[in-house]
């Protein structure tokens, strides 16, 4: 049996994986992560699912500078964890750049595959 403290470790090692594969728009390590029905929903109410985001990492839509999270807090309820940190990303999308703090909040859920990444939200982007 695998005690809480060790799944919040795996769920936290797991969105970093996630979050490095976004810097470097690794489509292969995402779409191994993401849930077949994953969504995103950004504070401007956005919402993108898992092919969407497979396909702007395979087109390179954001080439990213920064792509790192801080003051990460993982919970876990039974087959169910919630990562919430502290995005800092900076770069271009599409050519226009950007640069942005906000929070997010990633949930991911225990298959027969393991842990996947099935749900995110991200705040507005925070003021300077």
């Given amino acids: 049996m695998t005690s ?7 769920i936290a090692a797991l969105d970093t994986e996630y ?26 109410g ?8 497979i396909n702007a990492a395979k087109n390179k839509d954001a080439i990213y500078e920064y ?10 309820w ?7 940190a502290l995005l800092y990303q900076k770069g271009t999308y599409k050519g226009e750049p950007f640069e942005d703090h906000l929070w997010f909040s990633d949930m991911y859920v ?3 595959d393991g842990w996947k990444y099935a749900f ?3 705040s507005l982007r925070m003021p300077d």
């Fill in 4 to 10: 809480t403290s060790e799944i919040e470790a795996m």
């Fill in 19 to 44: 979050q490095a594969a976004v810097k470097i728009n690794d489509a292969t390590t995402m779409d191994r992560i993401l849930t077949e029905d994953f969504i995103l929903v950004t504070g401007r």
């Fill in 67 to 76: 792509q790192d999270d801080s003051q990460q807090t993982v919970r876990v």
């Fill in 120 to 122: 995110g939200q991200a």
């Fill in 46 to 53: 956005k919402v993108y699912n898992k092919t969407d985001l």
């Fill in 78 to 84: 039974g087959d169910t964890a919630v990562i919430t």
């Fill in 110 to 112: 225990r298959t027969p």
